[in-house]
């Protein structure tokens, strides 16, 4: 599927620019049958398109809001995806969309996926609007090269929901969206920041295998445009 490169001067114009295409989305899908969905990243990249999408005048009440993925971690722990939507983008306007939690309590992280995959069943897929993020060594959501299930991760007959992803560099066990969920979003999105992504990137719409740069599953088998969001 073809992807589009959008361009910024700096990341606070991009965080605006996406907020705007991100609130028309939501408030089309609220017209159109009276709720919307979105499913966003982590990571430290997204937290000022967070502040500004939090302020926008959509109805907030009909939102449902998830992660693409999620370490096996508590809410309170810092380096929850959880812990960042909750600081950064359920503030303002936003506070009365509901948030549905990949992180389940449970004793095991399968369990903690299964649970969520019951949980996301209630939202219902596709989703109106997924905000994917891309690593350093072309990862995005929780697809590691090397890891546990990764070739499930990005296989398209996968059944929608939530697995586990387990990889070396990842640290802890991590709750994640099949490729097969994130795929035919209305409105999907790539948002990356910097120069050396921009790199990693390039590096990722050439020749190579999937299983390298998972993120070339996104670029090149997603059955909806690719919309690349990028700022130096």
Do not use: C
């Amino acid at each position: 599927m073809a992807s589009t490169l959008h361009s910024f001067a700096s990341p606070a114009d991009l965080a605006g620019s996406l907020a705007d295409k991100v609130a028309d989305t939501l408030s089309a899908a609220i017209s159109a049958r009276g709720t919307a969905s979105i499913a966003v990243s982590g990571g430290s990249t997204p937290k000022a398109f967070f502040q500004v999408l939090s302020t926008r005048d959509i109805a907030w009440d009909k939102v449902t809001i998830t992660l693409v993925d999620e370490r096996f971690v508590p809410a309170d722990n810092a380096r929850s995806n959880h812990m960042l939507v909750d600081a950064n983008l359920l503030q303002n306007r936003a506070k009365s969309a509901r948030f549905v939690p990949l992180y389940q309590p449970a004793a095991a992280v399968e369990e903690a996926a299964r649970l969520a995959t019951e949980k996301s069943a209630e939202i219902g897929i596709p989703f109106d609007v997924v905000i994917l993020g891309m690593g350093g060594d072309g990862h995005t959501a929780s697809f590691f090269p090397g890891g546990s299930n990764l070739a499930t991760a990005l296989d398209a007959s996968t059944p929608r929901g939530v697995i586990t992803m387990e990889a070396e560099g990842a640290g802890e066990p991590r709750l994640t969206f099949t490729f097969s969920s994130l795929q035919d979003a209305a409105l999907l999105v790539l948002h990356i920041e910097g120069e050396g992504k921009k790199d990693v990137l390039a590096k990722a719409e050439g020749s190579g295998e999937e299983a390298d740069m998972p993120i070339r599953a996104i670029l090149r088998r997603a059955t909806s445009p690719v919309e690349i969001y990028w700022a130096p």
